[in-house]
């Protein structure tokens, strides 16, 4: 069964700092991996998304995430962090070799930018 | 404009009520789904179609059904509302069969007192 872990219920951090927020999945074919955001009163936008090749995947607003199959992570990251980032964060896993519908989503993580 | 469109945004009713939501796009994709969202528990999928005659119930479906009326158009109605209904509602598109990255409406809030 797939399933995906968003340890944090908040991060916390100040601007202009890196950022990361975790994610961890399970699945049991090859894992196709996502990256969502939800600003207020707004709909998820799509992020990024990792189907195969280079494990570092590059995203929208500056966002990255690196795949780890032997950690089965896929962290979101973030250089330098804006006020403007703050937002709910989902992360996203998907079972590549069924070909199927089923997209599981974490639970999400609230990202917190300070001035 | 927006490539999915919700209607209403918010609605507040009663229980025992028919409601029903309505979603469009305009990306010309295939797959549809309707998702509902509360804190702290994610995303949950009530039912998904892959065309027009291809529609599936997902993980939460009592209570719910929907209609997909053309490839653009994809409706969710409770048939008869309870409080613990009450959410955030999302339609969402998807792209392709194999990546499925997903295109989300703005969702519906609803109410149920």
């Known amino acids: 069964a797939q399933s995906v872990a968003q340890p944090e219920d908040q991060v916390n951090v100040a601007e202009g700092n890196p950022l990361t927020v975790k994610c961890t999945y399970s699945v049991s074919g090859n894992p196709y991996l996502f990256w969502y955001v939800q600003y207020p009163n707004r709909g998820l936008q799509f992020l990024l998304k990792?189907?195969?090749?280079?494990?570092l995947v590059k995203g929208s607003y500056g966002f990255e995430a690196e795949f780890n199959k032997s950690q089965t992570s896929f962290h979101l990251k973030k250089p330098s962090a804006l006020v403007s980032d703050s937002a709910l964060y989902f992360c996203?896993?998907?079972?590549?070799?069924?070909?199927?519908?089923?997209?599981?989503f974490g639970a999400g993580t609230r990202l917190f930018v300070k001035a | 404009d927006a490539d999915v469109t919700q209607t209403p945004r918010n609605r507040i009713t009663k229980t025992g009520k028919r409601i029903m939501l309505e979603c469009s796009q305009t990306k010309g994709h295939d797959r549809m789904y309707w998702y509902r969202q509360d804190p702290g528990l994610g995303l949950r999928l009530i039912y998904y179609?892959?065309?027009?005659?291809?529609?599936n119930k997902g993980e939460i479906s009592d209570g719910y059904s929907v209609s997909r009326q053309a490839q653009a158009k994809f409706s969710l109605s409770l048939e008869s509302a309870i409080p613990n209904q009450t959410a955030l509602y999302f339609c969402a598109t998807g792209d392709t069969r194999f990546t499925d990255t997903q295109y989300f409406g703005p969702g519906t809030r609803l109410t149920v007192l």
């Open positions: 990792y189907i195969t090749g280079d494990n």
């Open positions: 179609s892959f065309d027009v005659k291809d529609i």
């Open positions: 996203a896993v998907r079972d590549g070799d069924t070909g199927g519908f089923k997209t599981i």
